[in-house]
């Protein structure tokens, strides 16, 4: 007997942007074509906002797709909240993790879906392009089966690089998921990210990167502004340190931290570009996390920490059109 529970459930969290939404629904509908991507795929959309418009996309979808299923947050319950609830109300065997200003390439999900048919993995990730690298997001694409590359040791799959952090790029089993998922203890923001790590040191099973892009993402940057790159940058770094706890190798951790501490003037100078704030609480906020660095290091980033925002910007826009002119 033919089973109703899809293979995949993609997994799509919004707030407050429905023609990012419209993209991103199109962008899957339009592998529907597709009968077998259509009966083993469905979409479940949690939505934090309370807008109709975003209410009136979803049910112009709906009516063509029955594979599309819609809730909205009675409140605002949160990133992570809308993450489990996507999750948790989720069918499929496998989830996928999709932003609302992000698309799938045409042709990714069937290759996906070929990939995990099985069952043979319980954590796949996927390469990401910027939208605009894309010059036509409508026309299938081939995908090579030489582009996915099965990795055995969960260590060597992350430090790699074959698991990085982008949202829509996370692929997992379902229950696996739900059985490492820890809101009260994760980093605040990387919550998402926390549990699929969790779920690659507990699997017993191989993991999967898929080194061509499947997804091309929306790019706003509005993580950089206010100079928070900065803070987003050190707070992975603090979740790398989490890591141990997890299971993964301490010592590559070590490794990786010590690599990691060496792009902080230069990740510094990029928010100051973006308007950080030089408060002393920010100042202080970088030395907790630089412990261990050399003086001289320390000296560098505060001689840089105290540059005025202007005079960073202005040397990086100057250098922006010396190179536009040579090229």
């Keep these: ?5 899809p293979l995949l459930s993609i997994c799509l969290t919004t707030y407050k942007r429905p023609h990012g939404l419209q993209e991103t629904l199109e962008s899957i509908v339009r592998q529907f074509n597709d009968e077998r991507v259509c009966e083993q795929v469905e ?9 109709d418009e975003t209410a009136a996309i979803v049910r112009s979808f709906q009516e063509r797709f029955e594979n599309i299923r819609y809730f909205r ?17 989720a069918n499929g065997y496998y989830c996928w993790y999709m932003a609302d200003d992000d698309v799938i390439i045409n042709g990714a999900i069937e290759f996906i ?7 043979q993995y319980d954590v796949v990730t996927i390469e990401a392009t910027p939208i605009p690298q894309i010059a036509d997001l409508t026309s299938r694409r081939e995908f090579l089966s030489n582009e996915a590359i099965a990795v055995d040791d969960p260590n060597e799959f992350y430090f790699l690089g074959y698991c990085q952090g982008g949202f829509s790029v996370l692929m997992f089993n379902r229950d696996m998921w739900l059985s490492c998922a820890d809101r009260e203890d994760a980093l605040e923001h990387w919550f998402y990210y926390e549990t699929v790590l969790r779920v690659l040191i507990a699997s017993h099973k191989k ?10 993402t929306g790019q706003e940057c509005q993580w950089v502004k206010g100079g928070t790159e900065l803070f987003t940058y050190v707070s992975s770094n603090i ?9 993964f190798d301490k010592d590559r951790i070590l490794h990786a931290l010590g690599v990691n ?8 100078l990029r928010a100051k570009g973006h308007g950080l704030q030089c408060t002393i609480a920010n100042l202080r906020y970088i ?12 000296l560098l980033v505060t001689m840089i920490y105290f540059v005025p925002n202007p005079v960073v910007v202005l040397i990086r826009d100057t250098r922006k059109r010396i190179i536009a002119l040579m090229k």
Excluded: W
């Design 1 to 5: 007997m033919k089973s109703n529970k």
């Design 43 to 51: 979409v479940v959309i949690s939505d934090n906002g309370d807008d």
């Design 73 to 89: 947050n009675e409140t605002n319950i949160g990133c992570n909240g809308n993450i489990f609830n996507a999750v948790t109300r």
């Design 113 to 119: 879906l070929d990939k995990i048919k099985d069952h």
């Design 207 to 216: 993991s999967l990167y898929i080194r061509q892009p499947g997804v091309a």
């Design 239 to 247: 979740l790398l340190q989490r890591m141990s706890s997890f299971g």
């Design 261 to 268: 501490s060496k792009s902080i003037p230069i990740i510094l």
């Design 287 to 298: 030395y907790d996390n630089l412990r261990g660095a050399s003086i001289p290091y320390l």
